[in-house]
T-cell receptor, first 108, second 114 residues
């Protein structure tokens, strides 16, 4: 089965604290994973894709095939990071399979 | 705006009715994907078109259909609407149809069925 699990619906941290948004996947074969972000009243935007291994807005994510995870991390959260975060897996048909999302709230 | 556009932004209709949602892909993109976002199911893939042809199907109900026109815009038709069809419908576009291309999302159409 092709599935993405984000166990936390809501994650609340204080500004400057580290953040880790969890994502686990189920996929037979070589997975392609993404993190999308949706700021309030805005469209979904691609934040990261694992094949590019880049850091965007201070966020990083490492694919761990042994643990089938692709957790999103940032060492120091900012208030402007408050948003919905979706982990996604590229399905065998090319479509994206999304997790249910985690709402990140960064408090001042 | 050269990004993905969707119309209308909001749609309120009654059960049993039929609606059409429209999506214009980014300039140069040939592939269009439709997704449904509901509170209980999350974001789910419905259907994909590439250069006018259906390429992949997801969890799309038989009451729903889509097409992509020669100018590459796409329409999603929802008929015999039920309360449970109330959701945010997103369209995304990409340059090609293979797995490697990034998908760019539109702002969505919020459908409310009363």
């Amino acid at each position: 089965a092709q599935r993405v699990t984000q166990p936390e619906k809501l994650l609340s941290v204080f500004k400057g604290a580290p953040v880790e948004l969890k994502c686990n996947y189920s996929y037979s074969g070589s997975p392609e994973l993404f993190w999308y972000v949706q700021y309030s009243r805005q469209r979904l935007q691609l934040l990261l894709r694992h094949i590019s291994r880049e850091s965007i807005k201070g966020f990083t994510a490492d694919l761990n095939k042994g643990e089938t995870s692709f957790h999103l991390k940032k060492p120091f959260a900012q208030e402007e990071d408050s948003a919905m975060y979706y982990c996604a897996l590229r399905g065998s048909q090319g479509n994206l399979i999304f997790g249910k999302g985690t709402k990140l709230s960064v408090k001042p | 705006d050269s990004g993905v556009t969707q119309t209308p932004k909001h749609l309120i209709t009654a059960t049993g009715q039929r609606v059409t949602l429209r999506c214009s892909p980014r300039s140069g993109d040939l592939s269009v994907y439709w997704y449904q976002q509901s509170l209980d199911q999350g974001l789910q893939f419905l259907i994909q078109y590439y250069n006018g042809e259906e390429r992949a199907k997801g969890n799309i109900l038989e009451r729903f259909s889509a097409q992509q026109f020669p100018d590459l815009h796409s329409e999603l038709n929802l008929s015999s609407l039920e309360l449970g069809d109330s959701a945010l419908y997103f369209c995304a576009s990409s340059v090609g149809s293979s797995r490697t291309y990034e998908q760019y999302f539109g702002p969505g159409t919020r459908l409310t069925v009363t």
